[in-house]
């Protein structure tokens, strides 16, 4: 078992930044390849960003890329999402995600969740 937390949502106007915190307890995390998904009102889940078991790979959703970097500090068990740049379209609940595949983005693919983080980005 892996147990997630994510921290650091919250309110931000366009055009700010936030940094998303998740903390992995249980498991060995650097087992584990890690992402970022999120669910708007009334939307699906989506997936953000992932990042590799050693945080050399990265890969985005293009709605983020160039705005949003994913990484990770495998001596503090925690995965980041640095979020610049935000728009009001970001807002959503964030949710962190571990899996043992090296590939995959659908949220079938991975296999433990945290509870997740509300951000507001307002316009």
């Known amino acids: 078992q892996v147990q997630l937390v994510e921290s650091g949502g919250g309110l931000v106007q366009a055009g700010g930044s936030l940094r998303l915190s998740c903390a992995a307890s249980g498991r060995t995390f650097s087992n584990y390849r890690m992402a970022w998904f999120r669910q708007a009102p009334g939307k699906e889940r989506e997936f953000v960003a992932t990042?590799?078991?050693?945080?050399?790979?990265?890969y985005y959703a293009d709605s983020v890329k160039g705005r949003f970097t994913i990484s990770r500090d495998n001596a503090k068990n925690t995965v980041y999402l640095q979020m610049n740049s935000l728009r009001p379209e970001d807002t959503a609940v964030y949710y962190c995600?571990?899996?043992?595949?090296?590939?995959?983005?659908?949220?079938?693919?991975?296999?433990?969740w945290g509870q997740g983080t509300p951000v507001t980005v307002s316009s």
């Open positions: 995600a571990a899996s043992y595949l090296a590939l995959g983005s659908a949220g079938r693919d991975f296999d433990y």
């Open positions: 990042i590799s078991w050693s945080g050399g790979s990265t």
